[in-house]
C-alpha cells in the first residue's frame, strides 16, 4: 500500500437496520433483548430507547453497537443476508451456538443454519448463523489458522 493511498477506519462500530414500529414496541423490544442478551449477552442502552421508534443495543462496549429504528416501510432481506461476528475460540462459538439452540427449542421464530467449518488450508472458518426478528442474520466466525 503506498502512503498516497487511504487507508480507511480500522473496525466497524455499528450496524444500523429498520423495523416496522410494532417491532420496536415495548413487547418487541422485550423479545429482541432478551434473545440477544441471553445468546450474545448485548445490552439495551436504555437512555436511546424510544418506544415504537428506536432500540439501541451495546455489543459489549460503547462505541460498538446494533441501532434499530422504525420505518414505515422496514428494511427486507434474503434469509442469508446478514452481518458477522468473531468470538475468540471454537469453544466460545459452540456455547453460543448452544445458547441460540436452546432459544430456538421454545420459540419458532429462531432461524438457524448449523456448524459447519470451512477449510482454506491455512485458515478454517468455523461458523453458524443465527437469526430473530431483525431483517438481518448474525454470522457467528472464528478463525483457526493453521
Not at 448485548?42 to 418506544?51: H, N
Not at 421508534?53 to 422496514?74: G, I
Not at 448463523?129 to 466466525?141: C, D, N, S, T
Request: proline share 4%; hydrophobic share 40%; aromatic share 10%.
Amino acid at each position: 500500500m503506498s502512503d498516497r493511498e487511504f487507508r480507511g477506519p480500522a473496525r466497524f462500530n455499528h450496524v444500523a437496520m429498520s423495523l416496522t414500529p410494532e417491532a420496536l414496541s415495548e413487547q418487541g423490544r422485550n423479545d429482541i433483548c432478551s434473545f440477544y442478551g441471553e445468546v450474545f449477552g448485548w445490552q439495551e442502552i436504555p437512555q436511546m430507547t424510544e418506544d415504537n421508534k428506536r432500540l439501541v443495543l451495546s455489543v459489549h462496549q460503547v462505541d460498538q453497537f446494533v441501532f434499530l429504528v422504525a420505518d414505515d416501510e422496514p428494511m427486507r432481506g434474503p434469509r442469508l443476508d446478514h452481518f458477522g461476528v468473531s468470538v475468540d475460540s471454537v469453544n466460545d462459538l459452540r456455547s453460543t451456538l448452544d445458547k441460540a439452540k436452546a432459544l430456538a427449542t421454545r420459540d419458532d421464530r429462531v432461524d438457524l443454519i448449523d456448524y459447519q467449518v470451512e477449510d482454506h488450508d491455512v485458515l478454517k472458518i468455523h461458523n453458524f448463523y443465527v437469526g430473530f426478528l431483525l431483517p438481518l442474520m448474525v454470522e457467528v466466525q472464528h478463525f483457526e489458522f493453521a
